[in-house]
């Protein structure tokens, strides 16, 4: 009698549970949705997250919260994540630093970017931009080359932490230029950029994003963009390649991921709107004014094959720099 109610009770619990289950996917969302971001409040990546996490909102009648977790150069965030429950409600919009340059150059991150995470799809470029105090009277590369052979050290730039996009392109560039300059890092844009139009550092190399309106502002001087062309925000800035580093390219994209295991009719309910998101032309619009460009995955498992080839590019680049992090 115990076996046939024992039998009763499974059978009620795979058919109906099944079927909660899917109905649950089938109406997700139906209650608030987390975008994890591993910056600080006022950061590309966050400022990014808001666009999204807005859109998100009106399109499935559901709020869409940003939750800043900033730490580790923003791998605390993706962490959190790589540990939710694979259902949808808990996202993160990470970077080039928590998914590639990271784990290849600290020694305890607790996830591993091509085994944790269930991509959904790229979102956005953000050129990188080298900027010096005008106070300095550094406006191009060379004068910097010769400013610091003639001042080993004394030089100063600001990152936004130790690991960053912003530290490994300088330290990329000033190896590169075959020149000392002491790092400051900090945990945040904000805090960097104010240092280094107050005069405190002289330099720093952050996204044209936060960067571009004290650029135009006259705060900050342009001295060269990351990537090897022009980028169409700065069209009268030259290149780092044009300058005299050849072959110098990097930036940083940002993609929006979903814990390993999350149901794929979730991802890719996901990944629709999230295209649909990057074709409207107001957002397209909203993130160029952002300095941003808009990007369209075609597939998760395309974002996850970048996420891969980014991972052996960026771990390449970190052994050639000599950088670790305990």
Wanted: proline letters at 6%; glycine letters at 8%.
């Amino acid at each position: 009698m115990r076996l046939i109610k024992s039998f009763v009770v499974i059978s009620y619990i795979l058919l109906f549970g099944g079927n909660v289950a899917a109905q649950s996917i089938a109406n997700y969302p139906d209650r608030t949705v987390t975008i994890i971001v591993g910056f600080p409040p006022g950061t590309a990546t966050d400022t990014v997250a808001r666009v999204l996490a807005e859109r998100f909102t009106n399109k499935f009648g559901k709020t869409f919260i940003v939750d800043n977790k900033a730490g580790q150069g923003g791998s605390m965030g993706s962490a959190f994540v790589a540990k939710a429950a694979p259902d949808g409600y808990t996202l993160v919009l990470s970077a080039t630093a928590p998914l590639a340059i990271n784990p290849n150059l600290y020694t305890n991150i607790t996830y591993d970017p091509r085994k944790n995470f269930a991509p959904i799809g790229l979102v956005s470029w953000l050129p990188y931009v080298f900027v010096t105090n005008p106070k300095t009277g550094i406006n191009t590369i060379q004068q910097l080359t010769e400013k610091a052979k003639a001042n080993p050290g004394q030089l100063t730039y600001a990152s936004i932490g130790n690991g960053s996009t912003s530290h490994l392109l300088m330290s990329m560039l000033t190896r590169q230029a075959g020149i000392n300059v002491t790092h400051i890092p900090y945990k945040g844009s904000a805090q960097s950029q104010t240092d280094v139009m107050s005069g405190q550092v002289d330099m720093t190399f952050d996204t044209m994003l936060t960067l571009m309106p004290h650029i135009k502002a006259g705060k900050l001087k342009a001295v060269a963009t990351g990537g090897l062309t022009r980028s169409q925000f700065a069209q009268d800035v030259p290149t780092l390649d044009e300058q005299g580093l050849t072959g110098f390219n990097a930036g940083a994209w940002l993609g929006l991921l979903a814990p390993a295991g999350t149901p794929k009719p979730i991802i890719d309910k996901l990944h629709k709107e999230l295209n649909a998101i990057l074709d409207d032309p107001d957002v397209i619009k909203r993130l160029n004014e952002l300095g941003s460009e808009s990007l369209k995955s075609n597939s998760p498992a395309e974002f996850s094959a970048f996420i891969q080839t980014e991972y052996t590019k960026w771990g390449q680049r970190v052994r050639d720099s000599g950088a670790k992090i305990e």
